[in-house]
């Protein structure tokens, strides 16, 4: 009777005739890693930000309704503090506006410049790695040719 071919013993010999470095991928990890926590802190900062701004203008918004809410002694006064708070209101929101524009400007600008930095580490890296591979594959292609 033919005997099986025990491919699992074989599939052991082939994969431990080419060594795997890990290595490579646990520096994946930790850079991905380092580069999230980068990331995060970014968004965190510009949270933070922008939580400070929403917060400066609700305050000043509820100062200005106690302005308008107030009796006045002519009728024409209320249309006038009306205009006022409107007007007010107006310039409050372009400044707050222009405010959110200026940490959605630095967001993008911290995020470029983490995302530049990490492709040229990543670039480093994956050309370190593949030498190192093809100088792995090379050296057990030698002990195999020369074990014949």
Do not use: C, H, R
Not at 12 to 21: H, I, N, R, T, Y
Not at 107 to 126: F, N, R, Y
Request: glycine share 2%.
């Amino acid at each position: 009777m033919a005997k099986t071919q025990d491919f699992t013993a074989l599939m052991k010999d082939m994969m431990g005739s080419f060594p795997v470095d890990t290595s490579a991928m646990e520096d994946a990890f930790k850079n991905t890693a380092a580069l999230n926590e980068k990331l995060a802190s970014v968004a965190l900062e510009a949270a933070e930000k922008s939580a400070e701004i929403s917060n400066v203008w609700t305050k000043d918004a509820i100062a200005k309704l106690g302005t308008i809410s107030k009796a006045q002694a002519e009728p024409a006064d209320y249309a006038k503090v009306a205009t006022d708070y409107a007007s007010a209101s107006a310039e409050v929101a372009a400044e707050n506006m222009a405010a959110f524009a200026e940490v959605a400007k630095k967001v993008q600008m911290e995020t470029v410049e983490l995302l530049m930095a990490a492709g040229k580490d990543i670039s480093e890296e994956a050309t370190a790695a593949v030498k190192k591979a093809t100088d792995e594959v090379t050296t057990a292609a030698k002990k195999a040719t020369a074990a014949k």
